[in-house]
């Protein structure tokens, strides 16, 4: 994706819109960044699907504090499932 102002705006608000959607009805950003990036903004699916899974850490990060302060984690399940994934 070649960056410009433009570009950059479309970008943030495709994240805007993507939080959203997904909060309202409850899908992954994924299911909307993927296709979004490919006929908006012209990526080849890779493209598109690295740049979802990249996207992903801040909320995964912010969300898996949020839990562990709220003691709704089961860190063995969380480990026993991330080693064997």
């Known amino acids: 994706v070649d960056m410009h102002v433009g570009t950059g705006i479309a970008l ?3 994240g ?3 939080g959203i959607l997904s909060g309202l009805i409850g899908v992954g950003g ?3 960044v993927v ?3 490919m006929f908006l ?3 080849s699916d890779l493209v598109a699907k690295g740049t979802s899974l990249l996207m992903m850490i ?3 990060i912010s969300g898996a504090i949020r839990n562990a302060r709220n003691k709704n984690i089961d860190l063995v399940a ?3 499932v991330g080693l064997a994934t």
Request: net charge neutral; glycine share 14%; proline share 10%.
């Open 58 to 60: 801040p909320t995964t």
């Open 41 to 43: 903004f012209g990526s």
């Open 78 to 80: 969380a480990g026993t």
């Open 30 to 32: 994924g299911v909307i």
């Open 12 to 14: 943030v608000a495709l």
């Open 35 to 37: 296709p979004a990036m």
């Open 16 to 18: 805007v819109v993507t």
